[in-house]
């Protein structure tokens, strides 16, 4: 038999030939890229999906705590968000601080310019707390261009209606705090100011929103009522109008007739709505999916096709507190209601954005093995890895907040870290844990939804939509 090796001298180097290599399979993940091909048709509808306080971290985490709670790998689990095909990065700093807060947070995305702290629906010329300002530096939303346009808008969140995020999408005010007449100062009314609650609901035919579900019932209703309104109940206002219907509970909503209903006013709680980890999606308090489900029901019968701003809240209230669990939850509350919109919606016509309005303090750091809990303690099969000083520590810590554990505080065991109601370590303390300043991911699928690639602004997402839209 001939040798299958050539000398080229006498030495004992030789050199093989050169053997055919099969190629090697394409994976899923390769195929679906390769097959990506842009979308530029105009967008129909348009979800803008906020998970308040969302940072990488946040996603991370959990995806990691979604997998282990349906007893999969939560490090290779995959959020349904995951898989939209375009993916970057949003720099979320406001006019006047490098870390922004959840006002300026959304405004900046539903406006397209960026404000200072606290403000929403105004310019950076606006001064904090004056009327006058606000009054001149007021820019139209998305939700107000668009419903103007003939689309039919909405709200959904978990949070109150009046608060930050979903005042993004009707309110114009200098400072987030004047949520209800009670709130408001006499100076600000003097000066021709109204509350965030009388402006959602007394907002012109034109640009006023046709589904709002949500907390915040306190702030529509008088004090006799049980409510914090000094001057009448709003809700009244709303029932005036046609096809109105006003729920406040899940069995009211469930029984909604979405196909005679113009406008769906969901009041689900006197301020924000309790976490899913505390009602389990039983009893009175609809989960965020149920209500997306539901507005995306009612608005879809418009034939111009709609804009919905859907929140997830209670990721931003719970990292507050440092209470990853109830946090984190909702990470995968969020992605239930993505899915059911992806479910629900002609992806070729509907532009569907995922992002937050900036980060939080959490780090998952420590060398646990992927068997161990995520928010238990840092373990390697079952075994503690301790800090230096020989103390357990945890996967899931936080750079500020009310975890922080005073000195001379038992160690820590697994049993503690993995209650619900546990406060995950914090760094520095504070009454509650401050926002962080990373940029924050964004997700996308639909028309127009190759351009949120890369690193950029948080102004931008409102340049896209408007775009996708077809306004100019």
Same mark, same amino acid.
């Given at each position: 038999?001939?040798?299958?090796?050539?000398?080229?001298?006498?030495?004992?180097?030789?050199?093989?030939?050169?053997?055919?290599?099969?190629?090697?399979?394409?994976?899923?993940?390769?195929?679906?890229?390769?097959?990506?091909?842009?979308?530029?048709?105009?967008?129909?509808?348009?979800?803008?999906?906020?998970?308040?306080?969302?940072?990488?971290?946040?996603?991370?985490?959990?995806?990691?705590?979604?997998?282990?709670?349906?007893?999969?790998?939560?490090?290779?689990?995959?959020?349904?968000?995951?898989?939209?095909?375009?993916?970057?990065?949003?720099?979320?700093?406001?006019?006047?601080?490098? %870390? &922004? @807060?959840? =006002?300026?947070?959304?405004?900046?995305? /539903?406006?397209?310019? +960026? !404000?200072?702290?606290?403000?929403?629906?105004?310019?950076?010329?606006?001064?904090?707390?004056?009327?006058?300002?606000?009054?001149?530096?007021?820019?139209?939303?998305?939700?107000?261009?668009?419903?103007?346009?003939?689309?039919?808008?909405?709200?959904?969140?978990?949070?109150?209606?009046?608060?930050?995020?979903?005042?993004?999408?009707?309110?114009?005010?200098?400072?987030?705090?004047?949520?209800?007449?009670?709130?408001?100062?006499?100076?600000?009314?003097?000066?021709?100011?109204?509350?965030?609650?009388?402006?959602?609901?007394?907002?012109?035919?034109?640009?006023?929103?046709?589904?709002?579900?949500?907390?915040?019932?306190?702030?529509?209703?008088?004090?006799?009522?049980?409510?914090?309104?000094?001057?009448?109940?709003?809700?009244?206002?709303?029932?005036?109008?046609?096809?109105?219907?006003? %729920? &406040? @509970?899940? =069995?009211?909503?469930?029984?909604?007739? /979405?196909?005679?209903? +113009? !406008?769906?006013?969901?009041?689900?709680?006197?301020?924000?709505?309790?976490?899913?980890?505390?009602?389990?999606?039983?009893?009175?308090?609809?989960?965020?999916?149920?209500?997306?489900?539901?507005?995306?029901?009612?608005?879809?019968?418009?034939?111009?096709?709609?804009?919905?701003?859907?929140?997830?809240?209670?990721?931003?209230?719970?990292?507050?507190?440092?209470?990853?669990?109830?946090?984190?939850?909702?990470?995968?509350?969020?992605?239930?209601?993505?899915?059911?919109?992806?479910?629900?919606?002609?992806?070729?016509?509907?532009?569907?954005?995922?992002?937050?309005?900036?980060?939080?303090?959490?780090?998952?750091?420590?060398?646990?093995?992927?068997?161990?809990?995520?928010?238990?303690?840092?373990?390697?099969?079952?075994?503690?890895?301790?800090?230096?000083?020989?103390?357990?520590?945890?996967?899931?810590?936080? =750079?500020?907040?009310?975890?922080?554990?005073?000195?001379?505080?038992?160690?820590?065991?697994?049993?503690?870290?993995?209650?619900?109601?546990?406060?995950?370590?914090?760094?520095?303390?504070?009454?509650?844990?401050?926002?962080?300043?990373?940029?924050?991911?964004?997700?996308?699928?639909?028309?127009?939804?190759?351009?949120?690639?890369?690193?950029?602004?948080?102004?931008?997402?409102?340049?896209?939509?408007?775009?996708?839209?077809?306004?100019?």
């Amino acid at each position: 038999m001939k040798s299958l090796f050539v000398c080229l001298s006498l030495s004992v180097l030789c050199v093989a030939p050169a053997m055919a290599e099969a190629p090697a399979p394409l994976s899923p993940e390769l195929r679906a890229a390769l097959a990506r091909t842009p979308n530029t048709k105009k967008a129909r509808n348009i979800i803008l999906f906020i998970g308040d306080g969302m940072g990488i971290s946040s996603v991370t985490a959990g995806r990691i705590l979604a997998g282990q709670t349906r007893g999969a790998d939560g490090a290779s689990y995959r959020l349904t968000f995951e898989g939209l095909p375009y993916t970057g990065l949003s720099k979320t700093y406001s006019a006047d601080k490098f %870390v &922004t @807060d959840s =006002a300026n947070g959304i405004s900046a995305i /539903t406006t397209g310019v +960026k !404000t200072i702290n606290a403000a929403i629906g105004v310019d950076a010329t606006v001064k904090s707390n004056n009327c006058a300002s606000s009054l001149k530096g007021r820019i139209p939303t998305i939700a107000e261009t668009l419903k103007a346009q003939g689309k039919a808008t909405g709200i959904v969140t978990t949070a109150g209606l009046t608060d930050a995020t979903p005042a993004g999408a009707y309110g114009h005010v200098p400072t987030r705090g004047w949520r209800s007449d009670a709130e408001l100062p006499t100076e600000a009314k003097q000066a021709g100011c109204i509350d965030l609650a009388r402006q959602m609901i007394e907002a012109p035919k034109a640009v006023r929103l046709d589904v709002a579900l949500s907390g915040d019932r306190a702030r529509f209703v008088t004090s006799a009522q049980g409510g914090k309104r000094q001057d009448r109940d709003l809700t009244a206002n709303w029932r005036n109008l046609p096809g109105a219907v006003v %729920v &406040t @509970d899940k =069995a009211g909503l469930a029984a909604v007739n /979405t196909k005679t209903t +113009k !406008t769906l006013l969901g009041l689900f709680a006197d301020g924000d709505l309790p976490s899913v980890v505390d009602h389990k999606g039983q009893g009175p308090t609809p989960t965020l999916e149920e209500m997306t489900r539901k507005a995306i029901s009612v608005l879809s019968h418009n034939k111009d096709g709609f804009f919905l701003l859907v929140e997830s809240a209670s990721i931003d209230k719970w990292h507050h507190e440092n209470n990853a669990y109830r946090a984190l939850t909702d990470v995968d509350e969020l992605d239930k209601a993505v899915k059911a919109a992806l479910e629900m919606t002609d992806a070729s016509e509907t532009l569907i954005i995922i992002t937050a309005d900036h980060s939080h303090g959490l780090t998952l750091s420590a060398g646990s093995t992927r068997n161990e809990p995520i928010l238990g303690l840092a373990r390697k099969n079952g075994v503690n890895e301790p800090d230096k000083n020989g103390q357990p520590r945890l996967t899931l810590n936080y =750079a500020t907040g009310p975890g922080a554990r005073p000195a001379g505080s038992p160690p820590l065991t697994e049993e503690e870290a993995l209650s619900p109601d546990f406060h995950q370590l914090a760094l520095t303390p504070m009454s509650s844990a401050q926002h962080a300043g990373e940029d924050v991911p964004v997700y996308a699928s639909g028309p127009f939804a190759h351009l949120l690639t890369g690193t950029v602004e948080s102004t931008f997402l409102y340049q896209v939509m408007r775009y996708a839209a077809g306004k100019p």
